[in-house]
């Protein structure tokens, strides 16, 4: 018998064996995404927040919603790298025990692998959903839904809401892109005599211009769970709040029901939409010039101004679809940061204490006739004089932000009505290639630029911000920070 040689190319044996590997199933990370919505209407009647005046809604215009996406990262073992719970409401803030209430709510569920610290909510302050804080209001006592009774319903809702979009998690992607549509209008009308108004008259001889910015791009985040081609869930974020119904006295989502109904006309009835305001404490969807001209292309269209605000924001989700539909990604970097800050409080001056005691004792001493619709503008007043009392012992206030990284999207939160601005600031130094700013994730006050403080007016007074332009600078500076470490 011969002996065997044995002969081989050490070139074509290792491209054999790398052909061989490549042919194997490999392991990789993986995102799981759980998508839920669920209507947040109390029983009726029940009253109104968002203006100064008791309103008490009968009826519902369009219901108030809670949308829920939940995400999970994990490696190619199956371990939880990271994980994000997003939830927008339509409400007018997120008060800070609200959400306390739905952690606590959702740790009791012993829900496998959730962490509560991961929950984030965030409102579009429409003005036509229900008051959630006690005191605010002259409400009466029986028949009406009290506010307390609409936040222990609005808790189990969100925390079942949370619990139905965790459990319904599995593996999918998300694209990203940008659209533009006109919503915003900035609100705050500036005058040659150094002073500014929220929707001031502008045919006066004394108006000068518009004070700020308006930011009128539209980031979209597309979320798919199967094969098919429509998503599962799109977050929208538009730099305006919902309050072109804001001064109806019935439930009302505003612009966010009609962009609802006509998103699920394009994608299905099944997808679930995150409504994000961005950085727009300055902005609102009311025209302040103009006026006529509008009007008259409204009646030519035949549309409602909530159909011509939903027709644009909508026209904007299709245009970042017709991109992201081709470049969606199943294992996007994702990090989540949160993170407490201590931002310097504004603090009352002796004038400004007087002025809000002037306010209150002319509140008291008049006929009590219609004191209900008072109430609120007591409350506002009140509030700036215990500030005073409190500033010396307690000159900073805590606030929670999220930051997160979703490929090459950057998504931060803070608790203001954020003048736009700041939210410009944030976009313009962030390394992301596109940044979502989601404001009132929490319990809101006005957040005003240096410029909008020295001018005054509502929005800009010490009354409406609980934290000045110092405050801000910090606020972006540290935001910024965070997401670009994400990309460092």
Request: hydrophobic share 40%; aromatic share 6%; net charge neutral.
């Amino acid at each position: 018998m011969k002996p065997v040689s044995f002969f081989y190319a050490p070139h074509t044996f290792l491209s054999g064996c790398i052909a061989a590997l490549l042919l194997l199933p490999s392991a990789q990370a993986e995102l799981l995404i759980g998508a839920a919505r669920t209507n947040i209407t109390p029983p009726l009647p029940v009253a109104l927040s968002g203006q100064f005046q008791t309103r008490i809604a009968e009826t519902v215009e369009s219901p108030v919603m809670a949308a829920a996406v939940v995400l999970e990262k994990r490696d190619a073992e199956g371990n939880t790298i990271d994980q994000a719970v997003m939830v927008s409401c339509d409400l007018v803030i997120i008060p800070d025990d609200v959400l306390h209430r739905v952690r606590k709510n959702l740790l009791k569920r012993s829900l496998d692998g959730l962490d509560p610290r991961k929950v984030f909510l965030s409102a579009t302050h429409t003005h036509t959903a229900p008051v959630m804080m006690e005191g605010n209001y002259k409400i009466p006592e029986q028949g009406v839904t009290t506010p307390s009774e609409f936040v222990d319903f609005l808790v189990n809702k969100v925390a079942d809401l949370v619990e139905q979009a965790w459990i319904a998690r599995k593996p999918g992607r998300v694209a990203w892109g940008l659209g533009q549509a006109v919503v915003a209008q900035n609100r705050r009308i500036t005058y040659l005599d150094g002073t500014a108004k929220m929707y001031g008259a502008t045919q006066t001889a004394n108006f000068k211009g518009i004070e700020g910015y308006e930011d009128h791009g539209v980031e979209v985040l597309f979320f798919q769970t199967d094969t098919a081609n429509q998503p599962a869930a799109i977050a929208v974020n538009v730099a305006c709040p919902a309050q072109e119904a804001g001064s109806r006295s019935a439930v009302n989502a505003d612009y966010w029901h009609q962009v609802r109904q006509s998103l699920r006309k394009k994608f299905g009835d099944q997808v679930v939409i995150l409504a994000w305001i961005g950085a727009a404490g300055d902005q609102a969807t009311r025209h302040l010039f103009r006026k006529a001209a509008e009007q008259r292309m409204l009646k030519a269209r035949g549309l409602t101004r909530l159909e011509e605000i939903s027709r644009r924001i909508v026209a904007a989700v299709d245009e970042a679809w017709l991109v992201a539909k081709d470049d969606f990604h199943e294992d996007p970097p994702m990090i989540h940061h949160v993170v407490d800050l201590s931002l310097p409080k504004r603090l009352v001056t002796e004038n400004e204490l007087t002025e809000a005691k002037a306010v209150i004792e002319k509140i008291r001493t008049e006929s009590k006739k219609n004191l209900h619709k008072k109430m609120a503008r007591w409350a506002w007043n009140q509030g700036t004089i215990d500030r005073f009392e409190q500033q010396e012992t307690d000159p900073s206030l805590p606030v929670e932000i999220h930051i997160l990284r979703i490929g090459d999207v950057a998504i931060c939160t803070n608790r203001f009505e954020l003048y736009t601005e700041y939210g410009i600031r944030m976009k313009a130094r962030s390394k992301a290639l596109q940044t979502f700013v989601i404001q009132l994730a929490g319990q809101g006050s006005y957040l005003a630029t240096e410029a909008a403080e020295a001018r005054g007016g509502y929005s800009a007074i010490v009354n409406s911000c609980q934290v000045g332009s110092e405050g801000g600078k910090v606020l972006v500076d540290e935001t910024v920070k965070e997401i670009n470490a994400m990309w460092d």
